[in-house]
């Protein structure tokens, strides 16, 4: 399991991002101060240190400084209510890997995370299952049945997208906002380029069903290997 250190004075915030992290797999180490923070950081050797700039005592970036003293490698990102070129050029003059000004979406700090455990080396691709094939979304990769296809950016998120909810139906409307931003006409052809490639890659899995619900949206199917975290095999014996 990888170890990150979060050091941050708000007590509810801290909790409630500890709690957070946690859920998507990591274990966390929650400081209130940079002094705790640094003995937590010589103790445990976390992955990646997240270090609020407004701290008690030590703040967050003479604590950053400190660290990468003591380990030049090692990954940091800061969480500031600061927005000032500044005071964001000060924490990447510290040797931060990325930043985030607060307030921000719980989502946005683990994409941040896990953006920085990749470039680092400290996290392995995401490898999803489906059916037979293997799809690395971080690659762009989908492969099986001897074949390997190389993805746009487009059709792996959608592919993700609809992975993520199998078995559900997914509204046109809802997977353009989500992937476009907008449910727009000349998108919603888009839409509709890339299902039929995506279910094209899928068509040699004959346990696997892309359907259209016509004039309401799609349902990804598919009755084994169920990528889901603690999802469970639907396969038939």
Not at 158 to 179: C, F, N, P, T
Not at 223 to 236: E, K, V, W
Request: proline share 4%; aromatic share 8%; glycine share 10%.
């Amino acid at each position: 399991m990888i170890t990150l250190l979060l050091v941050e004075d708000d007590q509810d915030l801290g909790k409630i991002l500890k709690q957070y992290l946690e859920m998507q797999g990591f274990r966390v180490l929650l400081a209130g101060t940079g002094e705790k923070g640094w003995t937590l950081f010589l103790e445990e050797h976390p992955a990646l240190c997240i270090l609020d700039i407004m701290l008690p005592g030590m703040d967050g970036l003479s604590l950053g400084k400190k660290i990468k003293q003591k380990n030049a490698d090692q990954p940091l990102l800061f969480l500031t209510a600061r927005t000032s070129k500044e005071d964001i050029l000060k924490g990447l003059k510290t040797g931060a890997d990325d930043y985030i000004c607060k307030p921000f979406e719980p989502e946005e700090l683990v994409l941040r995370i896990r953006n920085i455990l990749r470039r680092t080396g400290r996290l392995e691709p995401e490898a999803l299952h489906i059916g037979k094939f293997l799809f690395i979304p971080d690659r762009l990769e989908l492969s099986g049945y001897g074949n390997t296809y190389r993805l746009t950016l487009k059709e792996s998120q959608l592919l993700k997208y609809l992975l993520a909810h199998r078995d559900q139906l997914l509204r046109r409307e809802d997977i353009l906002v989500e992937l476009w931003g907008e449910n727009d006409y000349f998108l919603g052809r888009s839409l509709d380029v890339f299902i039929s490639r995506i279910r094209k890659y899928l068509k040699p899995g004959k346990d696997i069903q892309l359907e259209t619900i016509r004039g309401v949206g799609y349902v990804l199917r598919t009755t084994i290997d169920d990528p889901r975290p603690n999802g469970r095999s639907s396969g038939r014996g």
